[in-house]
């Protein structure tokens, strides 16, 4: 059984290790609810989300969970103040969504035109599933 997860661009940026297709990776999982994602990605894409990967203190009492990347995918979307805000927050735009798939993630991305790279979707699976044993870790 594949996995759908979101890695927020900046927690790779910060502390995270790169990764990419046919890794073994352990990973903190959390539940999501796709609404947080769907201005991001679109409702549809959002709705495919399970989790999330934290190592930034919301993963207490979440043990690390060993999974095997199968692919990659860079998300980007418009960002702009909302029309009448009285704030100078800025918001992703629903429908702006460009997908990029990549060899290896790194917390960077290629600047795509119009667009802010926001972070990844990951397809992968549990390394239990993997056949034959566990892949080597991208870069070692």
Request: aromatic share 8%; net charge negative; with cysteine.
């Amino acid at each position: 059984m594949t996995l759908t997860i979101w890695v927020d661009d900046w927690q790779i940026q910060c502390c995270g290790e790169s990764f990419a297709p046919g890794d073994v990776v352990s990973w903190t999982l959390l539940e999501v609810d796709p609404e947080d994602y769907a201005d991001m990605v679109g409702g549809e894409r959002a709705a495919r989300i399970d989790f999330c990967e934290e190592h930034h203190g919301r993963d207490e009492g979440h043990a690390p969970v060993r999974l095997e990347v199968l692919s990659v995918d860079e998300a980007h979307c418009h960002y702009e103040v909302p029309e009448g805000s009285t704030s100078n927050i800025y918001h992703p735009v629903p429908g702006t969504t460009v997908l990029v798939p990549i060899e290896a993630a790194d917390g960077w991305a290629k600047a795509q035109p119009g667009v802010r790279f926001v972070g990844y979707l990951v397809t992968a699976r549990r390394a239990t599933d993997v056949p034959g044993g566990a892949a080597t870790r991208h870069g070692q």
